[in-house]
């Protein structure tokens, strides 16, 4: 069975860091496009950010306008993990966290993204 694990959330300050983990189990992501969305109370889940499988120039990585420059999204191949270092924390950052995955970039990357695989999500709360 596979399945996409969440941790690493938790009650911070604004200004404080993050580091989520998502862990992959079930089969490994190497190829597949991987990516990190939230969903506040009484909005819709939004992009974050995501990252490619690792071609021979690297990975390459999108962010969502709100989070560029605080907020750097990686993995590693060794361990089949994926993470999100969230820095400068704001409490509009508040949110339930969800990685996702899928071969398809545009399921991933689209403005409505259909992603094969979710993880259950990690709550990160920023108080002011």
């Known amino acids: 069975q596979v399945q996409l694990v969440e941790s690493g959330g938790g009650l911070v300050e604004a200004g404080d860091s993050l580091k989520l983990s998502c862990a992959p189990s079930g089969r490994t992501f190497g190829s597949y496009y991987m990516g990190w969305f939230r969903q506040a109370p009484g909005k819709d889940r939004e992009f974050v950010a995501a990252i490619s499988w690792r071609s021979r120039d690297g990975f390459t990585t999108y962010y969502a306008d709100s989070v560029k420059g605080r907020f750097t999204i990686s993995r590693d191949y060794a361990v089949n993990m994926m993470y999100l270092q969230m820095n400068n924390l704001i409490p509009a950052d508040t949110a339930v966290y969800f990685c996702?995955?899928?071969?398809?970039?545009?399921?991933?990357?689209?403005?409505?993204?259909?992603?094969?695989?979710w993880g259950q999500g990690t709550q990160v709360t920023v108080s002011s």
């Open positions: 996702a995955a899928d071969l398809d970039a545009q399921n991933i990357l689209s403005e409505s993204p259909s992603p094969r695989y």
